[in-house]
């Protein structure tokens, strides 16, 4: 459990997110990197009409690909550009209609193994204090040969 | 547990899906509904280009859209446009590397309660018989009084 | 999301998870309600011989046990005796080999919901920092006529 | 993704069961490993009055035991006694009440990699169509060096 500086800074972790992840900022979505700590990583998405759906309710997979970006952030944060995690697995609760505003997503890494990294991410409506969502998910770390 | 005929038609299926969640189609997706039977659905994943990462593998984010909608219509096939049902959570494996071929999603609902729905998904790439993902996943169906 | 007291003492839950599930209490187990607050429990289970596997580790249907014990005991903190809530689900991973002492899993209600609660729990060994299983779960609850 | 023949025989795996895992039987539980095929496994939990809950039904703890156990089989089956498999992620949904009859689990890889393996588990009641839980886990299988 490391405790030390992360090892690439947030507009590192941005521009190597717009390498490795094009396709994510392809809508001209805006997903910003807002802080990444030991262990931690702050998403926001930038909520326009594209993300709605007829309600005014913002879409899962929407919810779903800024849990994954968020987990990502924060394994990269501890990891570096050495190796591309693998998502391996994601669960994902659903908990209440999010508001229509920015998402503000705030990941903490509850593992970091040699070969795999798990964490958690809430989900919130920004300036709310109850989360709109929440996922638990495992990122395979590409052993140190391939790296 | 029914095992009667569908409560809608697949073109009926496809027609409402358009209605409700216009941004699946927006990217000029080719999500296609293929078959709709009792607590069973399989689609189909037109993959282009815009589906594709680096390295030429379909991005985590597209399979739970996939497995989310293949889901859904499956819960629709069984009651129908009178209700709203919400997926309540998700919990996704991603298995192997997809070729760069079409996604076929094979969908069965486990349970078909009152108040919730659970199913499983297991996603292919075409012609392939080993999965590339699967995912299980739980619908709130909304109270007979709210439809 | 209530924040007010709870719908009962520490010493009412305790009373009723004995008349509930006696099975849980039937091996000699010392499974201990430390705390209930708004949306949180807090439970121990000392750990004896009997819980350890080759090699001192502690077993995962233990660990599973434990969080889905805590989550009940959080809902029951909200909603009280009126009505039995079951378990719908739970997603748990194994983080770390605990240690060979207590463990202590704190629980928190992410949703309290008319229909449906969700939760997530940490389980700590006794004195440590690095949670060594993380659960989320969910649990239906029986509708008001039903009570 | 293995097509031979299993790696040891359903009772070299029910003495090893015994061996490694004394407190699954310690009860007098009567776990049985009924068949090991390729990528499958099928176990039978005879079900005694230990078993049941007041109202009949079958704890949750047990049917979480019978998942896990039935995946630890079908990977010991796949890669045999050379390391240990843990148990990293476990999802299990509960679906319908069970009858007080013997549970089977019948038990499919989806994956087995070198490092990773997951697979579902789908137990019934005895002699029932409908599925009373679904689990999908994944297992931490230990590097070459250290078997």
């Given amino acids: 459990m490391t405790e030390s500086a992360t090892a690439l800074t947030v507009s590192e972790i941005e521009d190597y997110l717009r390498e490795v992840f094009p396709q994510v900022y392809e809508n ?3 997903w910003i990197v807002e802080a990444v700590g030991p262990m931690t990583a702050r998403l926001r998405l930038v909520v326009s009409d594209r993300h709605l759906r007829p309600g005014g309710t913002i879409s ?3 919810m ?3 849990s994954d970006l968020a987990l990502y952030v924060a394994v990269l944060g501890q990891i570096g550009k050495k190796g591309l995690a693998v ?8 908990l209440r209609k999010p508001s229509q505003r920015d ?12 070969r795999l990294a798990v964490g958690e991410v809430a989900i919130y409506s920004d300036g709310e ?7 638990t998910g495992t990122y395979s770390i590409p052993p140190r040969e391939m790296r």
Same sequence: chains 1, 2, 3, 4.
């Fill in 28 to 30: 001209g979505d805006t």
């Fill in 60 to 62: 899962g997979p929407t």
């Fill in 64 to 66: 779903f690909t800024l």
């Fill in 87 to 94: 998502t391996t697995s994601l669960t994902i609760n659903f």
């Fill in 103 to 114: 998402l503000v997503a705030k990941c903490r890494l509850l593992k970091l193994g040699a």
């Fill in 129 to 135: 204090n109850d989360p709109v969502a929440h996922a």
